[in-house]
């Protein structure tokens, strides 16, 4: 499984940002997907994660109501739009891929495959 990601970029607090992961190889529509980040100095952390099939979704607290993952299987990718970004949301954004999980997790080392990473930066 190959993924990449994109659409970060440099924004004022409060704006929105979506970002895109494409991914190819397996069938995509088979496993769960999630966003991680990680902040300068910091350890990569959980952001969201997605169901195979898109019916389940989890967050974690700090971006719950404002960010939205999303997939289209058709496409091959999964999203993550961002709205009422804070200067804490500036980290390097990470999608990945759980290819064996029975349902969809929040712990880094269940991934077994990872993008290359996008830059998401907001000033105040």
Known sequence: VQLQASGG???QAGGSLRLSCAASGRT???YAMGWFRQA????RE???A???GGSTTEYTASVKGRFTISRDNA???I???MHTLKPEDTAVYYCAADLFGSSINNKESQYEFWGQGTQVT???
């Open 40 to 43: 300068p100095g910091k350890g």
């Open 46 to 48: 959980f952001v969201a």
């Open 75 to 77: 496409k091959n990718t």
């Open 9 to 11: 970029g440099s924004v």
């Open 79 to 81: 999203y993550l739009q």
């Open 28 to 30: 995509f529509g088979s």
């Open 122 to 124: 907001v000033s105040s």
């Open 50 to 52: 997605i169901s195979a």
